[in-house]
């Protein structure tokens, strides 16, 4: 059970002394939209800031789709930070935002599950084979009068399944996981209370967007290798219906560009859904993947 937005709150600023604004509600549209607002604001106080809600009426994931959500069943907030960095590298932060997270959550459980929490390009966490958490990535212009060109505030948002897994899978026709599903096979996980899960996660993003805006991007296809989900599985990338690729995946590159091996090359993919295809056999068969 999720502790009362109060006492949540109260032990979030405790444990993230260098967040300048953080807060739970019980009840908000969208906590992306509402930082986005804030942001907008030239009277906002500095960031980092933080802002989660037990329930969201218009909470949002990727292409625009909304996040189902219910009171307990659902971990959503969101984070905003000052960012300096090119606008040609900001498509890079969503995957990024998706790499720091699985590290981070990785980090809660015993060594040998951690292999079992991945990512799906661009940055859905999954356990096995299925969704645990969604991951909106966005930026905005500051509402601040003086800026400088490459200054950008970054929201990063988030919704981990804590419960509902079953019906969530019904209800969406797909595989769908949840945090209780985790406690059910991971020792180290069952002493994790869900403030931990949100200090550990906006700690991550804030490491890692300033590793960025320090050093660049080029050590980001390493990391990203060691929680790839989809290296070396055969996938279509489809965008509006179409397939826009089919191929092999072959890691990122340091733009946070899927790469998929076609015949014709390898192909950077920026936008699209990627399905998992099953592998024919040498003899034209169907190999399921698991």
């Not at 998706?98 to 980090?107: H, I, N, P, Y």
């Not at 509402?143 to 929201?155: E, F, K, M, T």
């Not at 991550?204 to 990203?224: E, I, Q, T």
Request: with cysteine.
């Amino acid at each position: 059970m999720l502790p009362q937005p109060l006492p949540l709150a109260n032990r979030l600023r405790a444990a993230l002394p260098g967040f300048r604004h953080v807060d739970w509600v019980e009840r908000t549209g969208s906590t992306n939209a509402d930082l986005l607002l804030m942001a907008r604001n030239e009277e906002q106080p500095a960031r980092p800031w933080l802002l989660g809600a037990h329930l969201q009426d218009s909470g949002r994931g990727r292409a625009g789709r909304t996040w189902q959500n219910r009171p307990g069943a659902n971990l959503m907030f969101s984070c905003a930070f000052d960012v300096f960095l090119p606008a040609r590298w900001l498509p890079a932060l969503s995957p990024l935002a998706g790499v720091a997270a699985c590290e981070a959550l990785r980090s809660l459980l015993q060594p040998e599950s951690r292999p079992l929490l991945s990512l799906k390009w661009p940055n859905d966490l999954q356990w096995k084979f299925s969704k645990l958490a969604g991951i909106l990535v966005e930026a905005t212009r500051s509402g601040a009068i003086r800026q400088s060109a490459d200054h950008h505030v970054v929201i990063i948002g988030m919704g981990l399944n804590l419960h509902d897994a079953r019906a969530l899978s019904t209800s969406l026709n797909r595989l769908v996981a949840d945090w209780a599903e985790i406690l059910s096979c991971d020792e180290h996980a069952r002493g994790v209370q869900a403030h931990d899960i949100v200090v550990a996660l906006a700690l991550a993003w804030s490491k890692a967007l300033a590793h960025v805006v320090r050093n660049g991007l080029s050590d980001f296809p390493r990391r990203y290798a060691a929680v790839d989900h989809l290296l070396g599985q055969h996938l279509q990338v489809v965008d509006g219906g179409r397939t826009l690729h089919s191929g092999i995946a072959d890691g990122v590159d340091e733009h946070g560009q899927l790469l998929v091996r076609t015949m014709q090359g390898i192909m950077p993919v920026s936008v699209g859904e990627v399905s998992v295809r099953p592998l024919p056999d040498d003899r034209g068969h169907t190999l399921a993947k698991s």
